[in-house]
T-cell receptor, first 116, second 114 residues
Framework: GAGVSQTPSNKVTEKGKYVELRCDPI?????LYWYRQSLGQGPEFLIY????????DSGLPNDRFFAVRPEGSVSTLKIQRTERGDSAVYLC??????????????FGEGSRLTVL | AQSVTQLGSHVSVSEGALVLLRCNYS??????LFWYVQYPNQGLQLLLK??????LVKGINGFEAEFKKSETSFHLTKPSAHMSDAAEYFC????????????FGTGTKLQVIP
């Protein structure tokens, strides 16, 4: 597609459940980023992929959060044993390259996660 | 490490008035600086960026920002606000050189009053 696509756009789940959020980046973009945006806050970095590998996962808050990008395109953010504090909008962004890129990120519209 | 501080979570201006959104940064290396805009129900999009060279940068929709190293600032301005400028604006910073993650501020919501 022309832009970054994220699914689902909205997800409501119960505390303790497992959730997967999907990101389809712009075709040809090798760098993919996940951010989390809580209410009233700016986007908070979670993880960066260059190709298939997680080059920087320093923003993942704990081991309940995990992300994969097995073929270097689509990425899935996985959250185990969800907690109410995980409620936020999860943003995905891509860029042509993570190393030479001067910082322009192309964002999707986000997946809003609500944990009841 | 890099960080940005945006002063004022909400700013209201009258239509036709000057828009000034403030951003100060902290960076241990020469920074790249950005302003992103988020319209309601849309993803963030790049408004403008400073990397190197000219310190006054122009972006889309008549916005511009000036990199002032002595003041560690990168304030966003527009001479005359339009109703369509109502949105949330995020300042962001990235260190220069190789891979560096982009760190965002907390955002400023701009309201334009007719």
């Amino acid at each position: 597609g022309a832009g970054v696509s994220q699914t689902p756009s909205n997800k409501v789940t119960e505390k303790g459940k497992y959730v997967e959020l999907r990101c389809d980046p712009i075709s040809g973009h090798t760098a993919l980023y996940w951010y989390r945006q809580s209410l009233g806050q700016g986007p908070e970095f979670l993880i960066y992929f260059q190709g298939t590998g997680a080059a920087d996962d320093s923003g993942l808050p704990n081991d309940r959060f995990f992300a994969v990008r097995p073929e270097g395109s689509v990425s899935t953010l996985k959250i185990q044993r969800t907690e109410r504090g995980d409620s936020a909008v999860y943003l995905c962004a891509s860029s042509p390259d993570g190393f030479s890129n001067t910082g322009e990120l192309f964002f999707g519209e986000g997946s809003r996660l609500t944990v009841l | 490490a890099q960080s940005v501080t945006q002063l004022g979570s909400h700013v209201s201006v009258s239509e036709g008035a000057l828009v000034l959104l403030r951003c100060n940064y902290s960076s241990s290396v020469p920074p790249y600086l950005f302003w992103y805009v988020q319209y309601p129900n849309q993803g963030l999009q790049l408004l403008l960026k400073y990397t190197t060279g000219a310190t006054l940068v122009k972006g889309i929709n008549g916005f511009e920002a000036e990199f002032k190293k002595s003041e560690t600032s990168f304030h966003l301005t527009k001479p005359s606000a339009h109703m369509s400028d109502a949105a949330e604006y995020f300042c962001a910073v990235r260190g220069s050189g190789g891979y560096q993650k982009v760190t965002f501020g907390t955002g400023t919501k701009l309201q334009v009053i007719p």
